[in-house]
């Protein structure tokens, strides 16, 4: 007699693993504080410029901060001091 053991060959998906839980969102952006964080990948910190600008126009008293994390994923203490420091966090990327 013979013992056959069968796996699954589908592999858990990173996306999944490293899912995060969303956070609440502000009802406004009056008065707070925005980060701004980029991957360093080509043309992110242009659209987040952009955003920054825009976010500016639309509400009162926003400070906007900027925060380069260099790679992607950017690396975690840049991740924790822009958390520190802002109310919202925008993080992206583009190419």
Known sequence: MYLLEALNPIGRQRGLM???TISPRPDT???KTVGLLWS???GGDLALNRAGEMIQERFDNVEIRFYTGG???A???IVQQAARECDVVIGATAD
Do not use: E, K, V, W
């Open 75 to 77: 690396p975690p203490p």
């Open 29 to 31: 952006l009056d008065n």
């Open 18 to 20: 490293n899912s995060l």
């Open 71 to 73: 790679n992607y994923p």
């Open 40 to 42: 360093g990948t080509h």
